[in-house]
């Protein structure tokens, strides 16, 4: 399968949904990623599957929705530390194990995000 192909290869909505629920229960619970994001992740989670689905090839939902992502411009009124951006893998890394990804998805899907993750940091230590 090709990149473009790996939101069908891994089950669609349903495999995206089970990613998305499993992340924000860690995030939620993760001491270096509550101080930045809200009580109430319901409308973050919405957002976040939005972009994941098109980030693995499926539906653009969420530039529909919302325009070009600019997710570094986005994200630049949190502080994000390479603590957090490690906090934040963590929990994307047990997560894609939780909602039973398959390899090699997995492991392709994880490399993507470590690269967009480490675009993300803004802040030092
Ligand atoms: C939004 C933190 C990495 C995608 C957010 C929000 C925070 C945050 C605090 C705002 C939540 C809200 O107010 O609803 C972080 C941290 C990261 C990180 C600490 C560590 C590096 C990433 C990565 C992606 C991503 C790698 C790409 C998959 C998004 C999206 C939104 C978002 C799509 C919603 C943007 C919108 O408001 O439309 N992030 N993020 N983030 N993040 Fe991240």
Same mark, same amino acid.
């Given at each position: 399968?090709?990149?473009?192909? /790996?939101?069908?290869?891994?089950?669609?909505?349903?495999?995206?949904?089970?990613?998305?629920?499993?992340?924000?229960?860690?995030?939620?619970?993760?001491?270096?990623?509550?101080?930045?994001?809200?009580?109430?992740?319901?409308?973050?989670?919405?957002?976040?599957?939005?972009?994941?689905?098109?980030?693995?090839?499926?539906?653009?939902?969420? /530039?529909? @929705?919302?325009?070009?992502?600019?997710?570094?411009?986005?994200?630049?009124?949190?502080? /994000?530390?390479?603590?957090?951006?490690?906090?934040?893998?963590?929990?994307? @890394?047990?997560?894609?194990?939780?909602?039973?990804?398959?390899?090699?998805?997995?492991?392709? /899907?994880?490399?993507?995000?470590?690269?967009?993750?480490?675009?993300?940091?803004?802040?030092?230590?």
């Amino acid at each position: 399968h090709q990149q473009g192909n /790996i939101y069908e290869a891994i089950g669609g909505e349903e495999a995206v949904q089970r990613l998305v629920d499993a992340f924000y229960k860690r995030v939620a619970e993760h001491p270096d990623l509550t101080p930045i994001f809200p009580d109430d992740l319901t409308e973050t989670k919405r957002k976040q599957k939005q972009f994941l689905t098109q980030f693995f090839g499926g539906p653009q939902l969420y /530039i529909q @929705e919302h325009g070009h992502p600019m997710l570094r411009a986005r994200h630049m009124y949190f502080t /994000i530390t390479p603590t957090r951006r490690n906090a934040w893998l963590s929990c994307m @890394e047990e997560a894609l194990e939780e909602a039973e990804i398959e390899e090699p998805y997995r492991s392709s /899907i994880f490399e993507r995000l470590t690269m967009t993750a480490n675009h993300m940091m803004n802040t030092p230590e």
